[in-house]
């Protein structure tokens, strides 16, 4: 009995078989995985933070330059050579401090001679008043005519008035001799002189300044928008029972950029705006009884402008664009939910959100960019776990 013989291929039909049998099973392994599905992403991780509303004030930083409280210029009254200065320049003084002398000799002999033209006026008077009387019997007894009374009745109505002027020039001469000490009219520190001694002065020539450095005065340009917010608060101050003179609190720092530790306020906001800069003159009033303020200084000056309250505050960078307008994401139920918000001030602390969250929120403040309306998240991944 002949032996079974397997029928021989060619060659090339084996690799044909092969490849088909591999393509087969990868079909076989592709359905059993589409079968299975994909495996799920992982939530993405997040970090969150409890809001809460809070009091914030808006505070904004001005250039300003510090002038005295008062800066009086002091000129002499009357004419005469300076004969001497009486203080050290560059030091405090008091109100009512000598400050320079004016040579009196002349005055002196003024005043005298306005004393014995009123005696002369008034030995005059005595005289009048002394015909008056004798006329005025006289007449009585019809001994002279009323001409010649109504003449000795005008002669002391005269001499009274002769005497009155004569006091008048003695009074003027009296203060002349007193203008000779000239004297500060304030407390605060004098500069340099302005003549030396043997100087002629006339009334009115400038002979130094006194600076009052306590308080000092700290002049600065609030800008429209700026000052429209400080009136806008004093009118709902006012509203509310408040002082409608409300005046704002205001911090100093010195060039060196330390705070001035005592606070001043704001005592002036000018009622126009300034055509060429668009701006407000304002004044802040701060005390410096350590002279630790120099007039003609430029400072820093923070003024709170208004003081929002039951706001919230976040980071800047929560915030993005939704469809709706601005919005940041809060987790509720372990799910990220896009929360539509109203936009408040950019302060120093964040953003100042005006409306859209509500006390205890779970603000995403990390792993926000990942975040989906309504996708689960990680609180407890790296640098996830609620704050």
Known sequence: MAAFRFPQFPRWTTGVLLLGAT??????????????????????????????????????????????????????RVDGILEERLYHEGEQVAAGDALFRIDPEPLEARL?????????????????????????????????????????ESAVTLARAAVSVAD???????????YTTVESPVDGVTSLEAHPEGSLVDPGTLLTTVVQHDPVHVRFALPE???AIQRTARRARAADGGNDDFRCEATLRL??????????????????????????SARAVFDNPDRAIIPGQFVRISVVLDTLDDVFLVPETVISEGPEGPQLFVVEDGEAHARPVDLGPVVYDGQVILAGLDDGDRVIV???ASAEDGSPVDLNGENGETR
């Open 255 to 280: 060039p060196d950029g330390s705070e001035y530790d005592s606070p001043g306020e704001i005592d002036f906001t000018a009622s126009t705006i300034d055509h060429g800069t668009g701006s407000v």
């Open 225 to 227: 928008d700026d000052a």
């Open 112 to 152: 005298e001679e306005a004393q014995a033209q009123r005696e002369s006026v008034l030995a005059d008077l005595e005289e009048a008043e002394r015909e008056w009387g004798r006329i005025s019997r006289l007449y009585e007894r019809d001994a002279v005519s009323e001409r010649e009374r109504d003449t000795a």
């Open 366 to 368: 990390s792993g926000h």
């Open 23 to 76: 393509a087969l099973v990868l079909v076989g392994c592709t359905a059993e995985e589409d079968e299975a599905g994909q495996p799920d992403q992982p939530p993405p991780p997040v970090t969150v933070e409890a809001v809460e509303p809070r009091t914030v004030e808006l505070e904004q930083d001005y250039a300003g330059r510090v002038h005295g409280a008062r800066e009086v210029q002091v000129r002499a």
């Open 168 to 178: 008048a020039q003695v009074t003027q001469a009296r203060l002349q001799l007193e």
